[in-house]
């Protein structure tokens, strides 16, 4: 059974930052891409960043101010959020995607993040 167990999110001030986990289980993890997606209320879910063996990327928004990274010996995927404006708030959700099979693709709970003041 895959698990993907999100923890660190909450409530911070405009400027702060926060470190989100997610621990996977029952998946080959070093495989894996490993990305994080948000949700802000009546928004689409939208990709964050996302990671592989070879590198990683991000959208437009949170360039210079995340950073995503992975420990494979842990089964485990980060995302270091600094600067943290009230437009980051959101649910962030841990995803892991097959590189070569799309079928094998999973989703943690989620984690709540909201900036305010």
């Known amino acids: 059974q895959v698990q993907l167990v999100e923890s660190g999110g909450g409530l911070v001030q405009p400027g702060g930052s926060l470190r989100l986990s997610c621990a996977a289980s029952?998946?080959?993890?070093?495989?894996?891409?490993m990305g994080w997606y948000r949700q802000a209320p009546g928004k689409q879910r939208e990709l964050v960043a996302h990671?592989?063996?070879?590198?990683?990327t991000y959208t437009d928004s949170v360039k210079g101010r995340f950073t995503i990274s992975r420990d494979n010996a842990k089964n485990t995927v980060y995302l270091q959020m600094n600067s943290l404006q009230p437009e980051d708030t959101a649910v962030y959700y841990c995803?892991?995607?097959?590189?070569?099979?799309?079928?094998?693709?999973?989703w943690g709970q989620g984690t709540q993040v909201t900036v305010s003041s």
């Open positions: 029952g998946i080959s993890f070093s495989i894996y891409v």
């Open positions: 990671i592989t063996n070879a590198g990683s």
């Open positions: 995803n892991a995607r097959h590189p070569i099979l799309p079928r094998y693709i999973y």
